[in-house]
Structures are given as C-alpha cells and as structure tokens.
C-alpha cells in the first residue's frame, strides 16, 4: 500500500473528515434503491466511529449543476444510512459555512453528520481554494474512502489536502488499490481482459495499455465493430466510428506483435433497432446493411467463456450488447456467469458491469466488485489519479 491509511492515524477525539462516494441511484420514491457504495464505506465509518472520531460525511449526489436542488438533496441517503446503522444520521444544513461549523463542533465522540451535497456549490468541481479551506475547517484528519470519485481533481478530494493534514486512505480505498496494484503489478496468468460498451474512443488509453499487460484481450459491444470493420467485416448499421478505423488496425498489429491474443465477436444478435422485440444471430462479417449488431452471439459466448474460465486473472468492464433490453442481455449476462464460474481471481468494475453481474445473480461469485467507474479504468490505464496522489505517502 503506497499511501498511509485511517488505520495508521491516532483518532480519538479528533474531527474526521470523510470523504465518501454516496452518488447512488435514487428511485421515482425518492428512496436509495441501491446502496453498495454506501454500504462499501459502513467499514472506514465504524473503525473512526469505534476509535472515538468525529465523523464528517461529505459526498455528492448527481449533477445539480452548482446550485441548491432538492432533486439532489442528501436527505434520502441519510436515511438509507439511518437504516444501516440503526441510529439517526443528521444531514446538515448546507457542506460549508458558520451554521455547519457550529453543528459539526457539537459532535461527541463516535458522533456523525452528514453534510449537505457538495455540488451545489460550483467550487468543489473547479477545486476552488477558498471552498477547499472551508471544507477542510471541519476536520482535524481527513480520510479520502471515495475511489470512484479519485480521478477528479475536485475541492473536496484533492483541494482540501492543501488545508488537511494527515490525509489518509479509508479502507475501501485501500481494499480498491489493493485488488488493483494485483492486477497491475503481479497477476496470476493468464491475464484475461474483457471490454464491452459502446465506444473504442471511451477506452482508446486503456486498449493501448492492456496490450503490454494482458495474456487475452476479449472484445464485445458496440466498439467491437470499429475492430471487426478494421479487420474488414461489413457492419451494417451497427455503432461504428469511422475515424478511429486505421487506430483499431494499428491495436490489433500491436497486438499480433505482442502476441497478445485479441478475441472478437464470430456472431452477432441483430435487429433494426434497440427496440426490437427479437434479434437474428449472424456470422461476423454477414451483417446485412438494414442491421445492427446489438449483442454478441451464442458462438462467441461460448469461445469467451472458454478463454475467461482459463485466465488466472479476469478484469471485466462494459457490457456485451444492450443488456438492458431482454432480447440482448444473453451476451453480457453470459460473459457474467463465466467470469464468476472461473477459478482465478476476478475483478469487475463500473456500474453498467456490476449491475450486470447482479442482473445475472453471481455478485457474490466475482473476486472483487470495484466502486469506482472512470477511476477504475484510468487506475487500469496506469494513470494517476488526483485523490490518490493528494494522500500522505506510506
């Protein structure tokens, strides 16, 4: 672990100052209806709670574009979290100011608050300075356990650190960078990845940096046939970027000189439309021009499933097809069931994946649910991410 953690700071009687990722999807009930990310922090909180911390929330919520919304008010996450803890968790009147300061100096030990959605101000996403030395007036020990949110360079995970010290790793944050640096670092092989979602320009940097790391790189959804057209293949209508052509030609030369091997879909689902009630399969390269491609097919399931259930080490993210829709979930939700049912260690991370391993009913048969989205796959790019670089060094 590169950077020092909440377990390493004397806590007792201090004021900490949680960052946390509780951005979760809330209901037309305006109710919480899901809360892993919530319940992925519940550690970090109970360790500064137990050690007599007073414990400062703060997170954000949706983008309420800089200014007060009800829409996004934290008010439904404190009661998720209320019924987690089983006890009463205040939400504050707003994240920074003298009334916050006051109710945050009437906290006891093992006393909470959450404060109010930090986006309704514009200056935690333009890391404002004085916002950032606001923020950091409500702490005396910041923790950062927000790893979905690290690749910003916002007020609240990187400003702040400039005002706040120690400024320590809370344990999901560790556990994330942890399961991560095994990936990277020294992975059981084979090393399998697997990349599905729309687009190759979404993941231009992480293709290019899988291709020196990985044994087999699987490639499904829609940016597989930006491949499949590089490698010649007729593509009807499917979702396909032109200009990137020539780039997806160069990957699979770097690729076959790496000796990397690439797996692209041999069969395809496809319809006119996302809306279609039933999908054709069709051999890759058969696409006829009134179609697209929409899911991959039960052939290239099955030779995926064969590669995954061989990799000592499966990195999963971006689903196969348009999962969301029943005639096209069959691809992802069975990409999903063979990285749970191999026996090396596997790892899936945003939320379109970890909602399509819950979908297909083996999240809890995955090595590792990762939290983080953008953050997962710019840590898997070999990037630094702002919110990690800004803690104390181990």
């Not at 007036?137 to 923790?143: E, F, M, Q």
């Amino acid at each position: 672990m590169p950077k020092r953690t909440i377990e390493e700071v004397e806590l007792a009687g201090r004021r900490v100052f949680l960052r946390v990722d509780f951005n979760v999807p809330i209901g037309q009930d305006g109710e919480v209806f899901e809360d892993a990310r919530i319940r992925g922090a519940l550690p970090t909180l109970d360790l500064a709670r137990r050690a007599g911390a007073r414990v400062v929330l703060a997170s954000h919520l949706g983008r309420p574009k800089g200014r007060p919304d009800p829409k996004y008010s934290m008010a439904p996450v404190a009661r998720r979290l209320t019924k987690l803890l089983g006890e009463v968790v205040p939400v504050a009147t707003d994240c920074v100011g003298e009334a916050v300061l006051a109710q945050a100096d009437t906290l006891r030990p093992g006393g909470l608050l959450l404060l109010e959605n930090l986006r309704f101000h514009p200056e935690e996403e333009a890391n404002e300075p004085a916002f950032a030395r606001a923020l950091a007036s409500l702490g005396d020990v910041y923790v950062n356990d927000a790893f979905a949110a690290a690749h910003r360079a916002h007020a609240s995970i990187e400003g702040i650190t400039r005002h706040l010290r120690p400024a320590v790793a809370g344990l999901l944050m560790k556990q994330e960078l942890s399961v991560l640096a095994r990936i990277l670092d020294a992975p059981a092989r084979p090393l399998v990845a697997i990349l599905g979602g729309a687009k190759v320009s979404d993941k231009l940097g992480l293709v290019e940096s899988l291709l020196g790391r990985v044994n087999r790189l699987l490639v499904g959804g829609g940016m597989a046939f930006t491949f499949l057209r590089a490698q010649g293949h007729a593509v009807g209508r499917s979702l396909l970027e032109t200009d990137l052509i020539p780039t997806a030609a160069g990957l699979l030369e770097t690729a076959r000189r790496r000796r990397v091997e690439i797996g692209l879909p041999v069969d395809t689902v496809v319809a006119e439309s996302p809306d279609a009630v039933a999908g054709q399969v069709v051999p890759t390269g058969a696409i006829p021009a009134d179609r697209m491609g929409l899911d991959i097919g039960p052939a290239t399931i099955a030779a995926f499933g064969a590669a995954i259930r061989e990799g000592g080490t499966v990195v999963w993210n971006g689903p196969m097809g348009v999962f969301e829709r029943a005639p096209f979930a069959a691809g992802t939700l069975g990409v999903a069931r063979a990285v749970a049912d191999g026996p090396g260690l596997s790892v899936v991370g945003g939320g379109d994946t970890v909602a399509a391993v819950q979908q297909a009913g083996v999240a809890e048969r995955i090595g590792y649910l990762s939290t983080g989205g953008g953050a997962f796959l710019e840590h898997l790019e070999g990037r630094t991410l702002p919110g990690v670089a800004a803690l104390d060094d181990a």
